[in-house]
Nanobody, 122 residues
Framework: QVQLVDSGGGSVQAGGSLRLSCVGSKYSASSACVAWFRQTPGMEREGVASIYTPDGSPRYADSVRGRFAISRDNAKDTVYLQMNSLKPEDTGMYYC???????????????WGQGTQVTVSS
């Protein structure tokens, strides 16, 4: 059983930055991919970025490519999401998730964090 704890959300003005952290326990082959998703009320959960933790290969949604960067520190069992040039449309609850495949689809992920709120004001 993989447990994920995500943190680092907050409120910032447009153009600002935040860094989210996802600390995991007992990563294994079934949880080699870690991703960040976001969700706003009434909307489906949207994949933002994922990383294959063994080699650090990233994947990004078009909406965040060039502004967000996902990275990992395997020694600390932690995945980070550096979010720069934030926009009001980036507002949402951000969840980290772990699974065997790195596609940005909710169905690919078995383990989920509790979520951390990001609010970007204009």
């Amino acid at each position: 059983q993989v447990q994920l704890v995500d943190s680092g959300g907050g409120s910032v003005q447009a153009g600002g930055s935040l860094r989210l952290s996802c600390v995991g326990s007992k990563y294994s082959a079934s949880s080699a991919c870690v991703a960040w998703f976001r969700q706003t009320p009434g909307m489906e959960r949207e994949g933002v970025a994922s990383i294959y933790t063994p080699d650090g290969s990233p994947r990004y949604a078009d909406s965040v490519r060039g502004r967000f960067a996902i990275s990992r520190d395997n020694a600390k069992d932690t995945v980070y999401l550096q979010m720069n040039s934030l926009k009001p449309e980036d507002t949402g609850m951000y969840y980290c998730a772990a699974g065997a495949y790195c596609l940005l689809r909710v169905s690919e992920y078995v383990y989920w964090g509790q979520g951390t709120q990001v609010t970007v004001s204009s």
